[in-house]
């Protein structure tokens, strides 16, 4: 049989900042943040499927069917319509006991996320029995679906050091732990009693798919900047990210469930980032140029494995990005 997939996505994440910093004695830095955020999220899908020879079962009357080969295909057609805002919150502390050292750690607490769905699902059916000229078809659909959800997303812990190597060079080296596995998701149960309140409670099957689906990831960066002359630095770094999906999930070893009416999931795999830059300083003005090269497994699935214990359509994804980031200002 033959398969086509498209898919359109576009929205945006605002983030905004409001921190707080102090610093004890030029020994012991301490920092706190909220982080308020604004987001949107559409994403249009179409998938089709055509074959000879499939196995279908055909209604003969009310009551009875019989299974028949022949042609058959079908077009699935979804939207998603996502928006919601939220807040997390940060700490962390930098310590540096001598000029050369520095060792800083810091937590950064879920999103909590108040989020908005709507949608809605259209398939389209058609078959030709063999022996036969006469094609069936037809058509099914949801309607358009609308709710609200709580989800909590996953916690991160940093900790890092940096070394000052004889006043031309700084190295640093830093570790992150983000806790995929500890997300969470509420759903809204509504009271037709007194007041028509809106409570809002775990759901307990989405978040043990969760715990079942993601493990949490590490992070692991690398940097060096050198300054051959006081105005000038050069600049490399290396980050690798390993999948928050657990190897048996990845490799289609368990049956997945979607939310919605589209049954196609995609799973990350590893990611790497190369990183080279330099820095340019006069005075109080600055520029600095920085190339980032970044490579990301990953894996799409028309639909979960399990499904009839059939084949899935299925790709391999490959992602390449290159980026060149130039900025520059005057520094008072």
């Known amino acids: 049989g033959d398969a086509l997939f498209r898919q359109r996505e576009h929205g945006y994440v605002d983030e905004y900042n409001i921190d707080l910093a102090c610093?004890?004695?030029?020994?012991?830095?301490?920092?706190?943040?909220?982080?308020?955020?604004?987001?949107?999220?559409?994403?249009?899908?179409?998938?089709?499927?055509s074959h000879e020879g499939a196995l279908v079962y055909e209604q003969t009357d009310q009551n009875n069917g019989r299974l028949t080969t022949g042609n058959a295909g079908f077009d699935l057609t979804n939207r998603q319509d996502i928006t919601g805002s939220g807040a997390n919150f940060k700490f962390g502390f930098v310590v540096q006991p001598t000029d050369m050292l520095r060792i800083g750690a810091a937590i950064h607490t879920p999103t909590y996320l108040h989020l908005s769905h709507s949608g809605y699902g259209d398939v389209q059916y058609?078959?030709?029995?063999?022996?036969?000229?006469?094609?069936?078809?037809?058509?099914?659909w949801?309607?358009?679906?609308?709710?609200?959800?709580?989800?909590?997303?996953?916690?991160?812990?940093?900790?890092g050091t940096s070394l000052t190597i004889a006043g031309k060079a700084i190295v640093s080296l830093d570790y992150e732990r983000v806790a995929y596995d500890a997300m969470k998701l509420k759903e809204a149960a509504y009271d037709y009693g007194y007041g028509y309140g809106v409570e809002y409670i775990d759901n307990k099957y989405a978040n043990q798919d969760i715990k079942n689906y993601f493990k949490g990831s590490n992070i692991v960066r690398a940097g060096i900047e050198f300054?051959?002359?006081?105005?000038?630095?050069?600049?490399?770094?290396?980050?690798?990210?390993?999948?928050?999906?657990?190897?048996?999930?990845?490799?289609?070893?368990a049956e997945i469930y979607t939310s919605g009416t589209n049954p196609a999931y995609s799973f990350d795999g590893d990611t790497q980032n190369i990183t080279l830059g330099l820095g340019y300083r006069y005075k109080m003005w600055y520029i600095d140029l920085a190339y980032q090269h970044t490579l990301q497994k990953g894996v799409y699935k028309a639909y979960?494995?399990?499904?009839?214990?059939?084949?899935?359509?299925?790709?391999?994804?490959?992602?390449?990005y290159n980026n060149i980031v130039i900025s520059t200002g005057i520094r008072f």
């Open 142 to 159: 949801t309607p358009t679906y609308d709710y609200n959800s709580r989800l909590n997303t996953l916690w991160r812990f940093m900790v």
């Open 227 to 253: 300054r051959p002359i006081s105005s000038l630095a050069l600049r490399a770094g290396y980050n690798w990210q390993g999948s928050a999906v657990k190897s048996n999930v990845y490799n289609g070893g």
């Open 304 to 320: 979960t494995p399990y499904a009839g214990n059939t084949d899935t359509p299925c790709a391999s994804l490959s992602r390449t």
């Open 126 to 140: 058609n078959y030709t029995p063999d022996g036969t000229t006469n094609t069936n078809s037809g058509n099914a």
């Open 23 to 49: 610093n004890l004695g030029d020994i012991l830095y301490l920092g706190i943040g909220v982080g308020i955020y604004d987001l949107s999220k559409t994403v249009d899908s179409y998938y089709s499927e």
